[in-house]
């Protein structure tokens, strides 16, 4: 099955610094790259995603890269605010079958006023 | 529409006990699924449905039931209710999962909180 880990479990960064967060995974039959953020007490809800014909995709102060190569999919968030402060969620998927959706570990992300 | 609901909010159980999460969506989702989230960890998968009389079981299955009669319903059964089992529970579903489109989005219920004492 689908081994995933994230990168950093915890991130503290200044109000206005950027935020980097690793998602790798195992299956090579991967095609689908989401994030999910899920504030204090609230449900996950994707932010962002990403298809495996694709390197690169932004949405305003987020964005995800891909690198297929390596199995690996990051997430960015430039200019962080307070309310970026939440859990992110990795949540790779392949095409065909296969129909577990198996969620990363988690970083939490405190952004410091 | 209402998206994925959830009941009840709250539940709290002795161990032995068992009880049925309620879990619905209107918007007509092949997939759904229950996940579980212990305090400051992440989302666990229990049980996952593909679709109506299709059930399958995820990373964590053990002390739990699922059925799907229908497309809009899938309740989380607990059989007897151990500590172990406190939990916040998430149900999910999605229009399909596979292939590299939206419909893979995952729209999540508000959540049960559960307590077992």
């Known amino acids: 099955g689908e081994n995933v880990e994230q990168h950093p479990s915890t991130l503290s960064v200044q109000e206005g610094d950027s935020a980097v967060i690793k998602c790798t995974y195992s299956d090579s039959a991967s095609n689908y790259f989401p994030w999910y953020k899920q504030e204090l007490g609230k449900r996950p809800q994707l932010i962002i995603d990403?298809?495996?014909?694709?390197g690169e995709k932004k949405d305003q102060r987020i964005a995800v890269t891909l690198n297929k190569t390596a199995k690996h999919f990051s997430l960015h968030i430039t200019e962080t605010q307070p309310e970026d402060s939440a859990v992110y969620f990795c949540?790779?998927?392949?095409?065909?079958?296969?129909?577990?959706?198996?969620f990363g570990t988690g970083t939490l992300l405190a952004v410091q006023p | 529409n209402a998206g994925v609901t959830q009941t009840p909010k709250f539940q709290v159980l002795k161990t032995g006990q068992s009880m049925t999460l309620q879990c619905a969506q209107d918007?007509?989702?092949?997939?759904m699924s229950w996940y579980r989230q212990d305090p400051g960890m992440g989302l666990r998968l229990i049980h996952y449905s593909v679709g109506a009389g299709i059930t399958d079981q995820g990373e964590v299955p053990n002390g739990y039931n699922v059925s799907r009669s229908t497309t809009e319903d899938f309740p989380l059964r607990l059989l007897s209710a151990a500590p172990s089992q406190t939990s916040v529970y998430f149900c999910a579903s999605s229009l399909r999962v596979g292939g590299s489109s939206s419909y893979n989005e995952q729209f999540f219920g508000p959540g049960t909180r559960l307590t077992v004492l």
């Open positions: 918007m007509n989702h092949e997939y």
């Open positions: 949540a790779p998927l392949r095409g065909g079958a296969t129909n577990k959706l198996i």
């Open positions: 990403i298809r495996s014909n694709v």
